[in-house]
């Protein structure tokens, strides 16, 4: 229960053609109503200024030697496809920053509709790690350093079917007692695109393997708590598949299908799936931080979701949107819990979702939103009370 006030200043120079600097910082003051609940808040009360960040300090290089390479390098946001594995570097501070330090190089192939794109990543634990902050706090932004390499090839000649094929490699290196020390090898693409006026898609599916050393495993008996690496073998697959009405109101329905695999606790291996830097709120806010007591703050994994999502544009500028999703976990005892007594451990059912979301645009400098979340908890917890989440928010951009 608390109010965030988020400012943010940004600048982009070119002191040469095809040549920017880049540089943005952000803070994000909050007053505790009542005391934190959560890390890495957990007790603060009253009015806490926290830090100023450096989130964005890049230089980009566009058609370098007069080729259509692109070179982006520094602090930089970095969001591939939706998001899905590659999104937020910094999931501790939740939408306050995104960033990831790395280097981005992109190739265009015009005539062949094609882009490949070479990402290498170095990412601290903490948010001083690399530049300094305002009123330094020290502060972590994740539970392990992190390293990384990402080459995607993606096409688009087909409107009905673009595809991207991809292969990361992310090194974890434990930091916080609840981190782990990783190399996840993972291959997966993506194919989306419109079938018809009014039916478009999106798919993604991705295959992990190679071994994780993860202390806050409790089985098997033989590997609990063990630093000794396991196994990795996971599998993760996300969908949407929409229907535009093409009316007035500019109604459409979709239906969403997503799967992340769990570990099994009958096995010395690992199959529980890593979403790499992908751990910020796609679908849910209260998913995001549900997960704090099963394994990590948005380090979803064991689910199973599926379920329609409704919007249309009642009014102009104004976009309302409601879902439903049915959750379930692949496995009923998650293997990397905080607690033994939130969770039963003989259920596969973690209960319904409903979500209402309402936005509207003021004018070309002011939007806002009004955003209710539910989650009606089943089997698979212990408790079952209703878990509420509600927002209002305001932002002025100039």
Known sequence: DYFRFRARLWASIMPLD????NARIAAEPREWMKPAGYTPYKGQTGLD???????????????IAGLPLNIKAGRQDLFIGDGWLVGDGTPFDGSWTYYIDSARFTYELKEQHTTIDAIGIIQDAYDDGWLPTINPQHLAEIEQNEK????????????????????????????????????????????????SDHWKYWTEGAYQFGRK??????????????????????????SKLTYQFKDKLNNQLACSFEMLSGDNPKTGTDEMFDVLWGRWPRWSEIGLYSYAAETRIGQEANLIRFGPTWTINP??????????????AMTDVPTREASDTLFSNNDNFR??????????????????????EFLFPGGYYAYNAVIPFLRAEVLFTF
């Open 351 to 372: 209960g319904h979702f409903a979500s209402a979301v309402l936005k509207y645009k003021f004018s070309a400098h002011l939007n806002g939103h009004l955003w209710s």
């Open 18 to 21: 095809d040549v920017s600097l």
């Open 213 to 238: 050393a993860d202390a806050t495993v409790k089985f098997p008996e033989e590997t609990a708590g063990s630093s000794d690496y396991r196994g990795l073998n996971a599998f993760g697959f996300n």
């Open 315 to 328: 009014i102009k500028d104004m976009e309302f949107s409601a879902s439903y999703y049915a959750l379930f």
């Open 148 to 195: 990384g390499a990402i080459i995607q090839v993606a096409n688009t000649s087909l409107k009905a079917a673009n595809l991207a094929g991809y292969f990361i490699y992310k090194n974890d290196s434990r930091v916080a007692a609840n981190g782990d020390n990783a190399d996840i090898y993972t291959v997966g693409g993506r194919l989306n695109g419109e079938l």
């Open 49 to 63: 200024m926290r830090e100023g960040i450096i989130d964005n300090l890049n230089a980009e290089w566009k058609n």
